[in-house]
């Protein structure tokens, strides 16, 4: 248990939590719709500071980051419960724990063992990861503060719906905002996981990026029926190369029946070659189909010579024409994170 960094008091015992864009408030012996913050005695605690539930030493390729450290090995770390309660969820074991059994072969792993890992694993950096890393803020930053004083790169694999001053007090600290636009309207936001104001991720991956300078990439994952829709389609894409810029790498990835949408089909390829097309007609220079290996997208191809910079199959990647952010054969800028690039430190 581990007192919150980001609350407010509010009469009658009650408490405001601002690690997230929820900002739920609180009553007491309550907890908020993540199940990790809980007020106890008018104070508001995070109730998994350090309780990993998964730990895996991951090719940055994984997360998916295919612009960031290329062919580095991240050491991942996941906790436990959500703030998005989407029906699709791929790792609603540990993300829904009311779901399941709670806290079931969890491990202790403080910030300080995290880093001596990380670097026994031939890290390059950490990456929070497999569940949302905002529902246990305090722990990400205290670790992500030791982290760049043991000079490796910081990871947010994140939904994006953490508060604006949560990134500002974590900002100095990462490297790089991995971040979810699920789709691009209300109703889809709303249908997939209750969201009521989506926009905020927007807003905040756009801080990320100018105010931060963290590095960003997009995933969307495209499930049939709910956001294969050109017109969200169109409305990502654009948003991404007007807010982000054009270099910024946008995966759509290949959905797969689980959870509660057990009931609808694999994404088809063409529809994800669609999503692709859609991309490359806004004027995105990077999309890549994932969950598909051996798609011929998932190589990196500099847009301005058209020669091979970066070589992939599933995991396997192999830089073979890149000078720190640019390429190595034209010049051309292809917005890389590299050791020469540079992470925060
Ligand atoms: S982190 Fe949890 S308790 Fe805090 S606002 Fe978000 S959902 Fe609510």
């Not at 709670?102 to 694993?121: F, K, M, N, V």
Request: hydrophobic content about 35%.
């Amino acid at each position: 248990m581990h007192e919150a960094m980001l609350s407010e008091k509010l009469s009658g015992a009650r408490v405001r939590c601002h690690i997230c864009q929820w900002r739920c408030q609180i009553g007491p012996e309550r907890a908020g719709v993540c199940h990790m913050y809980r007020n106890r005695g008018g104070t508001l605690y995070n109730m998994n500071y350090a309780q990993a539930s998964s730990v895996a030493a991951d090719p940055i390729e994984k997360k998916p980051l295919f612009h960031f450290f290329p062919a580095s090995l991240a050491f991942s770390i996941g906790g436990w419960g959500c703030n998005f309660h989407c029906q699709h969820c791929q790792n609603w074991e540990i993300s829904c724990p009311e779901e399941s059994e709670p806290w079931r072969g969890s491990r202790d792993l403080p910030p300080q063992t995290a880093i001596e890992l990380a670097q026994r694993y031939h890290c390059q950096g950490i990456a929070w990861t497999y569940n949302e890393p905002t529902v246990w803020f305090e722990y990400t930053l205290d670790s992500a503060k030791l982290a760049k004083q043991h000079h490796l790169y910081t990871v947010y694999v994140t939904n994006g719906y953490i508060t604006p001053e949560a990134l500002d007090a974590i900002g100095p600290y990462l490297d790089a905002w991995r971040v979810d636009i699920k789709g691009f309207s209300d109703a889809f936001y709303r249908n997939l996981a209750k969201i009521p104001r989506w926009q905020g991720i927007l807003e905040v991956a756009k801080r990320a990026k100018e105010k931060w300078r963290m590095h960003v990439e997009v995933v969307t994952n495209i499930i049939p029926t709910m956001n294969d829709d050109d017109q969200q389609l169109e409305g990502l894409a654009r948003w991404i190369r007007d807010e982000l810029g054009e270099l910024t790498p946008w995966h759509v990835t290949r959905f797969y029946p689980h959870h509660h949408l057990r009931h609808l089909p694999a994404t088809p390829i063409s529809t994800l070659e669609r999503a692709y097309d859609i991309g490359r007609s806004a004027g995105l220079k990077f999309i890549y189909a994932g969950n598909v290996p051996g798609h011929h997208s998932e190589n990196t191809v500099c847009y301005s010579c058209g020669k091979l910079v970066v070589r992939r199959f599933g995991y396997q990647t192999e830089v073979v024409g890149l000078e720190g952010s640019k390429c190595k054969f034209c010049g051309a800028e292809l917005n890389f994170r590299t050791p020469e690039g540079g992470a925060k430190w």
